[in-house]
């Protein structure tokens, strides 16, 4: 199975901030991955999809970039509403491995 | 809209085991595959597997094989996933969610989610 791995898994910034988390696939994935952010006792919400395609009705703050095994998400000004899990999630093939999340919050 | 609603929160034994239900509204049913995710308490997400409520076929992810198994009711728009054998660490929240079959090559993420689940296993 090919593993997905999250860096950091935990940061703190400051309002307006350039936030940049880190996912690594164990083989290539192509542009098959997304990015989800799960509020606390929330739902997981679809941010990024096919890499850098930003799902329908997210804030433009949000920006993915990558293929193969690489890939970033980024926050281009962190507002105090991004804090939350964001996890990655490869879905090319089963299984549908997510990275192991990395919690955003204010410093 | 589109809407996943699931059924109410569990309380079980060691060794028992729980069905969580998963009624789809607002598309058509058969047009998506539905996926489950668990998490445990303070925990990520963790892929179990899906079925295709169009011909009934399943995946499971290797770790829950043997002890899962999700089914469809396409007259009710409904899945359904039960998990046998429970032990304390299935304690959780289950997730059902909606994704589009892949096509021509094309695969497609999660995206909308049931509001969850709660299983507790406990004696």
């Known amino acids: 199975d090919i593993q997905m791995t999250q860096s950091p898994s935990s940061l703190s910034a400051s309002v307006g901030d350039r936030v940049t988390i880190t996912c690594r696939a164990g083989q290539g994935i192509s542009n098959y991955l997304a990015w989800y952010q799960q509020k606390p006792g929330k739902v997981p919400k679809l941010l990024i999809y096919a890499a850098s395609t930003l799902q329908s009705g997210v804030s433009s703050r949000f920006s993915g970039s990558g293929s193969g095994t690489d890939f970033t998400l980024t926050i281009s000004s962190l507002q105090p509403e991004d804090v939350a899990t964001y996890y990655c999630q490869k879905y090319k093939s089963a299984p549908r491995t997510f990275g192991q999340g990395t919690r955003v919050e204010i410093k | 809209q589109v809407q996943l609603v699931q059924s109410g929160a569990e309380v079980t034994q060691p060794g028992a085991s729980v069905k969580v239900s998963c009624k789809a509204s607002?598309?058509?049913?058969?047009?998506?595959?539905i996926h489950w995710v668990r998490q445990a308490p303070g925990q990520g997400l963790e892929w179990m597997g899906w079925i295709n409520p169009k011909s009934g076929d399943t995946l499971y992810a290797q770790k829950f094989q043997g002890r899962v198994t999700m089914t469809s009711d396409t007259s009710f728009n409904s899945a359904y996933m039960e998990l046998n054998g429970l032990r304390s660490d299935d304690t959780a929240m289950y997730y059902c969610?909606?994704?589009?079959?892949?096509?021509?090559?094309?695969?497609?993420?999660?995206?909308?989610w049931g509001q969850g689940t709660l299983v507790t296993v406990s004696s």
């Open positions: 607002g598309y058509t049913f058969t047009d998506y595959f």
């Open positions: 969610s909606r994704v589009r079959g892949c096509s021509n090559g094309v695969c497609f993420p999660t995206d909308y």
